[in-house]
Structures are given as C-alpha cells and as structure tokens.
C-alpha cells in the first residue's frame, strides 16, 4: 500500500512546480496547506482557551469569596454582576460554557486538531493531507461553531447553563433555567457544526495515514504520535455522531414538541403534554460520546508525550508495541465504559457491575503506558527542554488523577462521591491538565517547525513550567478534599449550609493556586506571541529528533519537501543505538539514526 | 467618532511599528543558533527542580491532610456505608501507595538522568518480561478490587421488601423536597404529576386505595436501625437525592420511580456526642464567630451557632437555586419517630381541609 501511496505523492510533486501563485486570502485565510491550517486550528483553540480559562477564575473568585463585592463581575457579566455580585444563573452559564469550551475548543480541536493537521503528513511523509479541501472545511466549520459558542454568550436571557453534559429536561426546558432558551438553541447548533467539523477532520485522519504513508513507513513504523492521532480519528468517528443524534433529538424535544427524553412534568403550574421519554436516554447517548471524548482529548497528548520523552531522553520509547496495543486496547474499552457516569442515574444496577468491570479493565493499559513512561526515563540522557518538562509533567498528572479514577470507576464508592468536587478534581487531572500539558510540550517542540524554524524562549518556558505544575496541583489536590467532605458541585456557594462552612478556606486556597497557574499562562502567551516574530531560529533539527518532519523544508512550501519524498528504512525510535561491536553509535558521533537512515552494515532492524 | 478615529490611528501605528520592526529583522540576516535548546546548566536545574517538585507533591499532601483532614465525612451512618467506607480505605490506601511509588520513580529518574554532555543514554527498547509483569499486577490488583467492589454493590443495591422495610418516597421539585411516607398499609399510593391539583401537590391518585393514609411532610423523620426503602420521584427536571452521611445517593428521574435502601444505624442525638462531630461543629462555630463580628461591624445580623443534623441535598444541575435545595434528617428511637408519625396529618386529612 505505501508503495502506491508513494506512487500518488510522487504525481503530486510533479504538478506542484507550476503552482497558482498565492494570495493573502488563499494563503492566510482558506488555505488548504496543513501546515496553515494547524496553526489557524491552535491559534483558535488558544483564544478559546483564554474564554475558558477566565471564566474558571471569575466562578472560581465566587466560590471563594462568596460574600464579597467585585467590581469586575459587573464589568464583565453586566447585568448579572450587577452590584459586583454573581448571579446565580450566570455562575451555572460560566461552568457550563467553561466546561464546553475546555473539552470541545480547546482540548480536541485546538490540540487534535491542531497536531493531527501538523503532524500526520510531515511525519509520514506526505505532501499535504488526503483531501485539502476538507481539511480547509472542517477548519472552517469550527471556527463557525466556535464564533456561535461565543455569541451565545451574549443572549438576552443568558447562555446555556445546564452544565456542559445539557442533560433534559433542564436542557430542554426554558421554563426550567432561563439558559435554556435561545442560549441553548445556539449551544446545540454550535455543537452540531462542531462535530461535523471534527468527523470531516477526523475522515481526512484516517484515510491519509492509512493511504499516504511514504515508501517503507510501515505501520509499524510509524511514530507513535501518528498511531495515537489516528486512533483518536477512529474513536471520534465511531462515537460523535451519537452525540450529534442526541443533540438532534434534543432539538425536536424543545422545538417541534416530540418526547425523547421528556415524560411526565409538571413545570410553572402546568403539566406538559410529553410522555413516554426517558432523560436516562440522553444519558446513555450523552456519555457514548462523551466517555470517549476523554481519550480523544488524551490520546494525542499521550501521544505527543511519547514522542518527546523518546527524543528528550535519547532513548527509544520503551515497548513500543505495548504502548500501540495499550493505545488500541483504549480505544476499543473506552466505548464501553460509558455507563460508569450514570451509576446511580437509576439505571439497572447489574449494567452498573458491567460497566465496573469494564471500567476497572482500562486502568491496566493505562498502567502499561505509565510504567512504559518511567522505563523510557531510566538510564536516559534527558534533555530538559521545555516540552520535555511538560512530558513529564504530563505523566504526573495522569498517574494522580488516574489512580482516583479506580475510586470512581467502582460503582459501590460512586455512590457517595458522586458529582461531588472529587470527581471535578479526577477529571481536571487526568484529562484536562494532562492534555494541556501535551498541548504545551506540543507547541514547545513542534513550534520551529510551525513557524519556519524559531523557536520559543525556553527560559520563559521553564517558568511557564513550573509555576503551571505548582498551580494545577494547588488547585487539584485540596479540591478531592472537598469532595470527601461531601460538598456537591455545581453549587453557586456552599454558605446556605453551616456544615460546609469549615470548606471556606480550602477554596480560598484553591482560587488563589488557580490565579497563580492562569498568570503563568499569560507568560506561555507573550511568549507563543513574540515568539512567532521575534524568535531565534534554531537548526534545521534543533531536537535532534528522528522523525520524518524535520527534514522537511524550514520554509513552508506547498508539498512540504522541495525535492522528493524522503523514504523510510527504520522505526523512528533509534536513539543512542551503538554498532555492532558497540564502540560507537550507528552513525558514528551522532546519537540518533533519522527514519530516513538506511541500516548501516551490520545493523539488525530493531525487531520492536 | 473622534475615539474610534484615535483607536484606529493607534492601532495603524503599532502595525507600522511591527512592520518595521520585520524589516530591520530581515535586514539583519539570519542568525542560526542553538540557544533555545536546553544545555547541561539547564538540565541540570531543571533535574533538581524535578526532585522539589516530587517533594513539594508530597509535603503538598501531607499538609492537606493535616489541615484539612477533619472536613472529611465523618464515619458512615448507615449499615452499607460501613463496607462501602472499608473499601473506600483499602483502595484510597492501594493508590496512595502507587502513587507515591510511581511518582518518585517518574521524578527521580527525571533528576537522576538529567542530561550531561558525553552521557551515553542506554539502548533499551523493550522487555517483554517486565511488560508482563507490570501488566499481570495491575490485573490481579484490579480483579481483587472489581470483585470486592461488586459484592459491596450488588449487596446494596439489591433492594427488596423482604425484610419489611419502611417505605418513604422521595419527591424532588424545582427547588425543594419532600417526603412522603406509605402509612400505616406501607404502600404508597400511586401518583403521577398529572394528578397534581389544589392541595394534592404531589399528584397522589386519591382513587388509590393505598393513598389515604399517606403523609407527607418535608422533614424527613427515620427510626434508626430500621430497613428504609426510598422511593425517588421527580416534578420537573433531573435531581438527585444525596444523603452523604449514610453513604446514599440516587438520582430523581421524571417519568420514572427509582430507589436506593439503607438502614441508618446512628441517631441525630448520638451524632452529636460523637468526638468527631463535637469537633467539627466547634471548628465550625468558631469560623461562624468570626464571621459574626464582620457582620456586626456591618450592621448585619450576627450568624447564628450551628449544631449539627443530618442532610439531604440535591446533588444533580437542576436550575438557578440548585445550591440551596435541602431538607433536614432526623434520625430517632422507634418510639420518637412512631410519636413523630403519629401528630402528622394524612393525605385524605390534608385535603379534606
């Protein structure tokens, strides 16, 4: 197959030397290059982001300081901060919008997205994706459900605030929460563009990794970023269109009077003429998607992390094997596990033991991947670069919030900790700082190869670093204690009841690691900013990394490799690889071997 | 007007500035260096940095819960929720330590091989002896939790009458609860919101021989040591009924009955003599005292001391005053809950009024 995949690209490079020339608007704004449309995917994402991240402060300052009066509440929410004091209702629309754009915007689009587009054809060796123009639609289309998301900010009677996982009837009803109206019309219509967007992106994943793979780029050859952006396409075409269903259902249930998940309720004084649907349907529909949402945001990051601990600790990433079946055996579990979010939504309670069992199983390949990690660590030369930092940290943080995820995954101690804080502070560490961390070290490391070669100051990265890897601990760690003391989320203040009042400090506690971790942000964006213009230009292969995209032009052309495609002779782990009689490594004075090596005389293939 | 023309002149201004500043970098000719990469003086900090942090995640630890351990649940108060609080311990124990183990292999590797110029880093790709073993131990770790863990969940989510137990239900609404206990048949009638109507708030089919004799009341009153079985019921949207000193929670679905049984084993009173509870409320009173006299300077009323009662709180998004929707429980002697249920008034004397 790659031989034919190669047959094509080599056609392609034919007609690329009398191409149209480019104008602002082809190059810039509907480009159909890989290259541009990543970079359109991570700056959008970033914006998101800053959305996000300063509605997280805002409910985070409320939660602390329930009591007090601030001023910017009325700046920046207007008529529900007025008085500088939050509303209720406006509180629930910032962890709901908070919630969305975090795992949407910013974690799979503005990191798969983001490195999928990058990374998949410079590092298999293709000129640019399968289909350009698709890629150049589904960039498109999610800046449309992006710029939607955010005009439903700006709705009269608030924006959705339902929670991110909109479960009806609170969803569906107006009458309920005042979110619900046109706020959450927007929501779902953004979502839908959304997820058309990402199976578009996702269709275009597949079919260029399994079709354009370069002469020799076997699949077992292939980076294990790649093996991980294309498992991810898999799981998101597998899973989103249950989730756009769902939100299909959801529109006729607000607008056209049918009952899917309506039945019997009685609301402002009226019965409602639905009956006969179940709000525990929308759950099961809700959480197909949204349990494998998780790996969707993680398996990049995981991938990005293996490729970068590799090249840092100039070691080949230890089992390599393990870690593609541990990435396969994800995958497939992650689709079964979606019950473990409703074990007391009343469904049976012998699904309940299903899907602990099933939920139980995936900590074991997620072990595997851990434990892999550290052994890549072990008697390495570590390059602690910026992006190797936020790896490590990475690790970290999935082993803290993963191992309370065996808490959670059993159906028996659920019961009691059930959306509360514990859960809020599981998942922001296993997936939401884990996968941001990936999306920094991937900006950190790939960054000469998105912007022509500079690269990004690493000092100001090290303090991004550090203060980040403080702060989302300060954060997370005391937060499973107020979970333990048993305090729900979603609560606008926990001062209505005198039992929690010993919980004050603790979130004081919270929000100020919370405003140290978002300042250090804006550090990782002066310097993403300068970067982009100001920053030295380093070497062609300032990681000294194997893989296939550094030997692609430093300039961005159309094609990505002005002469032919470069061809494949080895796996794209072989660091510190010593020859034969062990006196030196395979290319002597160079402590890595690049994919496009041939093997030197005498050198076994790694038989991985 | 007269803003916008400045705001536009400013921003046209610091275009220019930008541009120019691209010319004089284009002008300069490209300088191609290695200074972004990390060198030995950096792996070098920043290996040490990896062994503080390891450390700062331990002491972070470690001051948590010495200053925050007494916000925690105390014991269980219910039957279950003594084996559900065993494994809770067992498995909090099991990831502490993992978690301690694996976190300072991940850093200390990360300090002990940072990188020195001439270190040779080992070519080590894989192992398949040491794979299996660290996949096997997960797989019996786990297999003795997921069975542990589903015997403590089949047992309590295996509800039954047999052992003749009170039947209460639980109705949720936009934004409050109440209880309604079957009576002296312990049946409950049947309802649904269609029927609601008047006094009738909770839709009860009075047509229902069972529903005459029901009561209902928006304190929940229990007998300690006795089976109660919760039979959920929601008006309007999606709540959930979490009662976390008993270890008990379940969702409220409209359209459906769902239900969730335990037997409270500790009554309010003896709640409150317990060493635990006397702690915390005294810590609690404390901060409230404090806050008191913040309140006086203003003008405002001061807070008043809290003694302690069991709560039943809404644990599932359902509206703008979610955060406030509680009713109190009391646990009590048979005799003092048969007293109690006796003074509350029946359905049928309800809407006779």
Known sequence: ?608 | MTAFLVVLVIILFGVAVWQMGKIFQLSKGQQKDDSEVANDKDNNVNGWLMLGFVIFIYVLSIVCFWKWGDVMLPEASSEHGVDIDQLWLISMILIFVVGIVTQWLLHYFAFKYRGRKGQRAVFFADNDKLEFIWTIIPVIVLAGLIIYGLFTWTEIMDINEDDDPLVVELYAYQFDWRARYAGKDNTLGEANVRLIEGANQLGVDISDPNSPDDIIVNELHLPVGRKVLFKMRSQDVLHSAYMPHFRAQMNCVPGMITQFAFTPTKTTVEMRESDEIIQKVAHINEIRKENSIALLAKGEEALEPYTFDYMLLCNKICGNTHYNMQMKIIVESEEEYEAWIAEQATLAETLKQ
Do not use: C
């Open chain 1, 1 to 608: 197959m790659s031989a034919h995949a190669h047959d094509l690209a080599v056609d392609h490079h034919d007609d690329h030397g009398h191409h149209h020339k480019e104008t602002f608007i082809t190059k810039y704004i509907f480009s159909q290059d890989h290259k541009m449309i990543s970079k359109q995917y991570l700056i959008t994402g970033l914006f998101m982001g800053i959305i996000g991240i300063a509605m997280s402060l805002l409910f985070r300052m409320q939660l602390a300081w329930p009591d007090k009066e601030f001023t910017i509440y009325e700046v920046l929410l207007g008529k529900w901060g007025e008085g500088g004091v939050m509303d209720p209702s406006v509180y629930l629309a910032l962890v709901t919008i908070h919630g969305t754009i975090m795992v949407f915007f910013v974690l799979t689009a503005g990191l798969s997205g983001t490195f999928s587009n990058l990374l998949i054809p410079l590092q298999i060796g293709a000129r640019d994706m399968a289909s350009g123009f698709l890629n150049m639609i589904s960039y498109w289309l999610f800046f449309l459900s992006s710029v939607i998301m955010v005009i439903s900010l700006f709705v009269e009677a608030g924006p959705a605030s339902a929670g991110w996982t909109i479960y009806p009837p609170l969803s569906a009803l107006p009458q309920a929460i005042p979110g619900s109206g046109a706020g959450m019309t927007l929501w779902l219509v953004s979502m839908a563009i959304f997820i058309a967007s990402s199976l578009l992106g996702s269709l275009n994943y597949i079919v260029t990794v399994l079709n354009l793979r370069t002469k020799g780029m076997s699949m077992t050859r292939l980076p294990l970023t790649i093996w991980a952006f294309f498992i991810t396409a898999i799981i998101g075409v597998v899973s989103f269109p249950v989730l756009l269903s769902a939100a299909l259902l959801l529109i006729m249930d607000r607008s056209f009077g049918t009952s899917f998940f309506l039945s019997d309720i009685y609301i402002a004084g009226e019965v409602l003429h639905n009956q006969g649907g179940s709000p525990v349907l929308f759950e099961h529909l809700f959480w197909f998607l949204g349990h494998p949402e998780v790996y969707i945001v993680l398996l990049p990051a995981l991938g990005i992390t293996s490729e970068i601990i590799a090249t840092n600790s100039r070691k080949p990433i230890f089992g390599y094997r393990a870690m593609v079946a541990s990435i396969l055996a994800i995958a497939f579990l992650s689709t079964i596990v979606w019950g473990h979010h409703m074990f007391i939504s009343g469904m049976n309670p012998f699904l309940g033991s299903v899907f602990t069992f099933t939920t139980l199983l995936i900590a074991i390949p997620s072990a595997v991947k851990a434990f892999n990690y550290i052994t890549t660590l072990w008697k390495g030369n570590l390059q602690m670069n910026p992006a190797m930092l936020f790896s490590i940290g990475l690790v970290s943080t999935f082993i803290t919030g993963g191992l309370t995820g065996i808490l959670l995954g059993d159906s028996a101690l659920d019961i009691n900790v059930h959306d509360t804080y514990f859960v809020v502070a599981h998942f922001h560490l296993v997936m939401g700082i884990s996968a941001l961390y990936g999306l920094f070290a991937g900006v950190y490391h790939w960054f000469p190869k998105m912007f022509e070669g500079r690269m990004m100051n690493k000092n100001l990265g090290y303090i991004h670093f550090w203060i980040t890897a403080i702060g989302a601990y300060g954060v997370f760690f005391p937060m499973h204690f107020i979970g333990m003391a048993g305090l729900p989320r979603r609560y606008y203040t926990n001062t209505e009841f005198p039992y929690f009042d010993d919980l004050t400090d603790v979130n004081v506690v919270i929000t100020i690691f919370a405003f140290v971790a978002a300042a250090a942000q804006v550090i990782f964006l002066y310097n993403f900013i300068s970067s982009m213009f100001f920053g030295k230009k380093g070497p062609k292969n300032p990681w000294n990394s194997n893989t296939l995209e550094w030997t692609a032009e430093v300039k961005h052309i159309h094609g990505n490799w002005d002469g032919p495609i470069p061809h494949v002779y080895r796996w794209a782990y072989d660091y510190s690889k010593l020859n034969k009689d062990e006196t030196d490594y395979v290319i002597p004075g160079q402590d890595f071997a690049p994919q496009t090596e041939p093997l030197q005389d005498g050198e076994e293939e790694m038989n991985h």
